[in-house]
């Protein structure tokens, strides 16, 4: 008869205690500031600046199997399937070894919102939302200079659509639920950094400054 060993199974060990990350969306429409205002956060408040934009883009340059699907998509404005975006900013946030994400220009439309949501059971933090005029956003855009085949007049229309019919819904959804900080994009960049910097300020900080 062999003998039993029992061997004690730690509860607490098996289900160990993996910290969330802290998220904070980035949105707002196409030209509305959302890559530059992130810069600045990230030299003032550590976090990690994750556009789905640059990593759409990028994937595109790496020669992927889904390059040419992603490309035609931002040619005609619209929103790469869920599946695929999410892939990236998981991917990403992994290789960051940071656990404080500004995620950019996502979630653009329900399908992101949710799909990241069961998928990785991260709630954001806050949603930061750039508001600003279509006026403005094309006139920033059209001189944006970065060489992108989506930053023309033809493609901007589209887009503003998209954003209208599908993003600003997600921004509703979050403001529901109190979590909408948003900030006046009009304004020239340092303008609208101030009342960014006000937001990710821990109150006792400013009622200590
Ligand atoms: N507050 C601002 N006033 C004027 N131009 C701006 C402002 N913020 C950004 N820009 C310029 O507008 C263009 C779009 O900005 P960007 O940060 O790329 O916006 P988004 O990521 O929301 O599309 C860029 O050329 C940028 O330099
Ligand atoms: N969540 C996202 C974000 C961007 N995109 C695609 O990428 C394009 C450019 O996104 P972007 O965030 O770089 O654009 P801007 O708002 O910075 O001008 C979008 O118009 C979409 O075609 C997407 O499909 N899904
Ligand atoms: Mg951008």
Do not use: W
Request: aromatic content about 8%.
């Amino acid at each position: 008869m062999g003998t039993v060993v029992e061997t004690p199974v730690k509860e607490a060990d098996a289900t160990v205690t993996v910290k969330k990350p802290t998220v904070v969306f980035v949105l707002g429409g196409p030209g509305s500031g959302k890559g530059t205002q992130c810069a600045n956060i990230v030299e003032h408040f550590g976090y990690t600046h994750l556009s789905a934009g640059d990593l759409l883009r990028a994937e595109i340059k790496s020669g992927s199997e889904n390059g040419t699907m992603i490309q035609n998509m931002i040619k005609e404005g619209k929103i790469v399937p869920s599946e695929v975006t999410i892939k990236l900013l998981q991917k990403a946030m992994e290789e960051s070894g940071n656990d404080k994400f500004l995620i950019d220009g996502f979630p653009r439309n329900e399908e992101n919102r949710a799909a990241f949501e069961a998928v990785t059971k991260i709630e954001p933090e806050f949603v930061l939302f750039f508001d600003c005029s279509e006026e403005e956003m094309e006139r920033r855009i059209l001189n944006r200079n970065q060489g992108r085949e989506d930053d023309n007049v033809e493609t901007i229309r589209k887009r503003f659509k998209v954003f209208l019919e599908s993003s600003l819904p997600v921004v509703q959804y979050y403001e529901a639920k109190g979590k909408v900080r948003k900030i006046d994009a009009a304004k020239p960049v340092a303008e609208v950094f101030d009342a960014v910097k006000a937001v990710f300020t821990p109150k006792d900080e400013k009622a200590a400054a």
